[in-house]
């Protein structure tokens, strides 16, 4: 059995083509939406929910689990260093699967930060009025930065975009995003919606996480360049040099002698 985290598309399109090639695979996704997609891939078994390091060493000992495939998300680090960990005390291969980043342009609208405190200051240093395309999960700097603002007599608009999912509208709504700010859709959307939803929200500055072309991050580039948007870019965590990741292609190679 090989166990596949399956955060994004990527890991579907995996477990789709490791299944196609006689595997079988127990897959792991964060959200029951996640765990139907999976489903569809032909994934022998699903489970859904948040994992802990325990979680993983008791899948692999019940499945007998011969890898670890770790295809989350780039900035889910807290279960990919979980997963290695794992992986070394269980003996079995970690492979890493490696997202494309998006090549960001040196541009004045190009602003590329290191953690979510420094885009919360950066990103309301812009304009009034931001849209947050980073899922519900860090959310809180940028409400505490905001509330601060506003203390001070500045006006101050969040808008947040994430996925529409029960928990995710919870979450925004317990901190304080009233219905008129909360953007659910699935991504990645195309440039055309992007420019739109810009306009319509009157957005003078977005942020994002670098999740490269199959996660959305061009799209928003080019939409914020062709309406004099600033972009807020949270660049990628360090990871270990060991872990740096592999390609899909790569990833299946290996296992071919699992």
């Known amino acids: 059995m090989i166990l596949v985290l399956a955060g994004t598309g990527d890991g579907r399109l995996l477990v789709g083509q490791l299944v196609a090639e006689g595997h079988r695979v127990l897959a792991s996704s964060l959200t029951e939406y ?3 997609l999976l489903e569809q891939e032909g994934a022998c ?3 859904t929910g948040a994992l802990a390091q325990d979680g993983l060493a008791a899948l692999i000992r019940q499945y ?11 900035y889910a680090e807290r279960i990919s260093v979980e997963a290695q ?11 890493r699967h490696r997202r494309e980043e998006t090549a960001l342009p040196e541009h ?6 290191n953690n979510w405190e420094e885009a919360a200051g950066t990103a309301l240093s812009l304009g009034e009025t931001v849209m947050l ?32 999912e029960e ?16 953007v659910a859709l699935q991504g990645p959307v195309s440039h055309q919606l992007n420019v739109a939803l810009f306009r319509h929200y009157g957005v003078k500055a977005v942020v994002t996480k670098n999740s490269g072309p199959t996660g959305g991050t061009d ?7 062709e309406l004099g948007v600033h972009l807020v870019v949270v660049n990628r965590f360090p990871v270990d040099q060991a872990a740096m990741g592999l390609t899909g292609a790569e990833i299946l190679n290996l296992l071919r002698g699992v």
């Open 34 to 36: 996640g765990g139907r």
């Open 45 to 47: 078994q699903v489970r």
């Open 64 to 74: 007998g689990v011969r890898a670890i495939v770790d295809a989350t998300h780039p």
């Open 85 to 95: 960990e794992a992986c070394r005390q269980a003996g079995i291969p970690y492979l």
């Open 108 to 113: 004045p609208l190009i602003h590329q930060v």
């Open 133 to 164: 395309t980073i899922g519900t999960r860090h959310l809180e700097p940028f409400v505490t930065a905001a509330r601060e603002r506003r203390a001070r007599g500045r006006q101050t608009r969040l808008i947040a975009r994430m996925l529409p």
């Open 167 to 182: 928990d995710s509208i919870v979450q925004c709504r317990r901190l304080g995003f009233c219905p008129g700010d909360i």
């Open 219 to 225: 799209a928003k580039v080019s939409a914020c360049l």
